[in-house]
C-alpha cells in the first residue's frame, strides 16, 4: 500500500452504497488478495471470501442484522476463524489489512460484528464445524451521500471522534501519558493506530512505550458485554486491528520491528497483557 496514513484517514465506516458494479479488474485484483493466505502474528491463519448478497436469501439476512442498516450492498467480505488462543486478535489483524487495501482502491466497508456462524452466510461459505464467522464487512463504490440512516448511526457511536492521547499512550507506567513530541519517529504509528475502528468505537487499546528498549506494549482495557454468546470476542478483534495500523506504518518507514511476549512488561490489574512490538537493533 501506498501512504498507508493517508488510507487510514480515508477509511471509513460506509453503510450506504452506490448501485454501480465495482470495476472488474478492481474486483479481480482484490480477490486475489483475499484468496491468498494470511497469518497473523500469533501463528493463527484465518480465511477470507468474498459473496454476493444473492447467495444469502433475504429472510436470512434480514435476520442478520444487516437490513435496514446496510444500505444497497451486493458483496460482502467474510472472515472465518478456527477457535484458537489469540485467534480473534489474528483475525482483526489480517483483515484491516484487506480494509484497508479496499479503501486503497477507492471500496466503502464497514466492520459488522453479529452471529454469522449459523444460516446463509456459514453456507455461502462452507463453514466448518470448528470455525466461526467474527464479522462481515458490505464491500461496494460508497454513495454519494450517507443516508439518514447512516448520519444517525455515527452519530450515536461517536464515530468521528477518538480518545485523546493522553488516555490511550503512557510513557514508562500508566500514570504517565505519553506526549506525542516524545513519541519521536513512532508518532505516526501511533496516530495511526488511534485512528483504528473499533466495536462502539470503544477504543480499548493501551500502549506503554518503553523507550529504553524501544518497546511498545499493547493492553486490552476491557468493556462488559463485547464477548459474543461465548465465541468471538469483538474487542480482542480490535486489538488485531490496532496492532496492523501500527505495523503497516513503520514498515512504511522503514523500520525493522517484531511481536512477542514480553514476561518483563508491567502488570496493571485493570488491564489485559496481550503482546508487545520492539524495534530490531
Same mark, same amino acid.
Given at each position: ?180 513530541? &516524545?513519541?519521536? /519517529?513512532? %508518532?505516526?504509528?501511533?496516530?495511526? =493506530?488511534?485512528?483504528?475502528? +473499533?466495536?462502539?468505537? #470503544? ?56 511481536? &512477542?511476549?514480553? /514476561?518483563? %512488561?508491567?502488570?496493571?490489574?485493570? =488491564?489485559?497483557?496481550?503482546? +508487545?512490538?520492539?524495534? #530490531?537493533?
Amino acid at each position: 500500500m501506498d501512504n498507508i496514513s493517508e488510507i487510514v484517514k480515508k477509511r471509513y465506516s460506509c453503510r450506504s452504497y452506490s448501485d454501480g458494479p465495482v470495476e472488474e479488474k478492481i474486483l479481480h485484483d482484490f480477490s486475489m488478495l483475499i484468496d491468498a493466505p494470511h497469518t497473523g502474528p500469533f501463528g493463527n491463519q484465518p480465511r477470507f471470501r468474498l459473496i454476493s448478497i444473492d447467495s444469502v436469501e433475504q429472510r436470512e439476512w434480514r435476520k442478520l442484522g444487516t437490513y435496514g442498516v446496510i444500505k444497497n450492498a451486493r458483496m460482502f467480505l467474510v472472515g472465518i476463524i478456527r477457535k484458537a488462543p489469540l485467534a480473534e486478535s489474528d483475525y482483526g489483524y489480517c483483515k484491516e489489512g484487506l480494509i484497508l487495501k479496499a479503501t486503497e482502491l477507492g471500496l466503502g466497508t464497514c466492520w459488522m460484528g453479529g452471529t454469522f456462524s449459523a444460516g446463509g452466510f456459514a453456507r455461502a461459505v462452507g463453514l466448518g464445524s470448528d470455525e466461526v464467522i467474527p464479522t462481515v464487512s458490505p464491500l461496494g463504490y460508497p454513495a454519494g451521500q450517507r443516508s439518514l440512516t447512516e448520519r444517525v448511526m455515527r452519530r450515536f457511536a461517536g464515530s468521528d471522534h477518538r480518545k485523546p492521547w493522553s488516555e490511550i499512550f503512557f510513557a514508562g507506567n500508566f500514570s504517565t501519558p505519553l506526549q506525542e513530541q &516524545q513519541a519521536g /519517529e513512532y %508518532a505516526q504509528a501511533l496516530g495511526n =493506530l488511534r485512528l483504528a475502528p +473499533s466495536a462502539s468505537n #470503544k477504543q480499548p487499546w493501551r500502549i506503554l512505550y518503553e523507550s529504553g528498549r524501544k518497546m511498545f506494549h499493547f493492553y486490552l482495557d476491557r468493556a462488559f458485554g463485547y464477548k459474543m454468546f461465548g465465541q468471538v470476542s469483538l474487542q480482542d478483534i480490535d486489538m488485531g486491528i490496532a496492532m496492523s495500523h501500527f505495523e503497516l506504518t513503520v514498515i512504511e518507514q522503514g523500520i525493522s520491528g517484531l511481536w &512477542q511476549r514480553d /514476561e518483563a %512488561a508491567a502488570r496493571e490489574s485493570s =488491564l489485559d497483557y496481550l503482546v +508487545s512490538w520492539r524495534e #530490531k537493533i
